[in-house]
């Protein structure tokens, strides 16, 4: 009995020892685990070194800005279409008309104005023919015409368009103006279809600034024999 608490004891003291020896081993044992610290920080990577010629950012390349500055140039009114000034208000008006250089001369009186749009790049023109009973039940209504005048600076030439109620198409012409800067002469390639004879008729026109008051539009065609002669004068006289 002595011999068995003897070893019971011996054994629970080396149980004990093992133990207080496994703690104080994993107290030194080193943390598998590294110990958590902020990364480094990077060193701030250098913008690179700008070079000769180089353009700040957003600004136009020399092409780009020779490009715009071409576009301004050709959108930009300038003296030539100054020179359309005097046209600008209302008027009234005197037309004569013939068909033939042997036929007389037939007259209707109205009434026209002559207003700038986008910025006094393209003048506009409205004409409205006195009422005449007996020549607008014919036509199916009073005369009524639409217009419009600019000049290109890219072309460098006036140009014009033209559509009334007496058809359905648009004439367009294009043309100069004289060294005095009072005589616009206007020719038409594409011209238009006369409906009576199905002929092609490519005019020339004439407006002339006359005064400050006055103005005078011709048209010219061609006759039978292939001369040319006038057939329209419309005489403006400005609205007082």
Excluded at 104 to 128: C, D, F, H, M, N
Aim: proline content about 8%.
């Amino acid at each position: 009995m002595r011999a068995r608490n003897l070893l019971f004891a011996f054994s629970f003291l080396a149980a004990t020892a093992l133990t207080a020896y496994a703690q104080a081993k994993d107290e030194k044992k080193p943390s598998d685990k590294p110990s958590a610290q902020p990364p480094a920080a990077k060193p701030a990577e250098k913008a690179p070194a700008a070079k000769a010629g180089d353009k700040p950012t957003g600004q136009p390349s020399a092409d780009e800005a020779k490009m715009m500055e071409a576009m301004k140039k050709a959108a930009t009114p300038g003296e030539y279409h100054a020179k359309l000034n005097p046209l600008v208000g209302k008027w009234t008006f005197v037309t004569k008309f013939r068909m033939a250089p042997d036929q007389p001369w037939e007259e209707s009186p109205g009434k026209a104005e002559y207003k700038w749009t986008l910025g006094k790049r393209i003048l506009v023109q409205e004409v409205k023919a006195n009422p005449n009973p007996e020549k607008d039940a014919m036509m199916g209504g009073p005369f009524e015409g639409f217009g419009m005048t600019g000049y290109d600076n890219t072309t460098q030439k006036y140009w014009n368009t033209w559509a009334d109620n007496m058809g359905t198409g648009i004439m367009t012409s294009t043309g100069t103006v004289d060294a005095s800067g009072k005589t616009f002469t206007y020719a038409s390639e594409e011209g238009y279809i006369c409906p009576m004879t199905g002929e092609k008729k490519t005019p020339k026109s004439v407006l002339k600034i006359v005064g400050d008051d006055k103005v005078v539009f011709e048209m010219y065609d061609k006759g039978p024999d292939g001369k040319e002669f006038m057939g329209l004068e419309v005489t403006y006289t400005r609205q007082k």
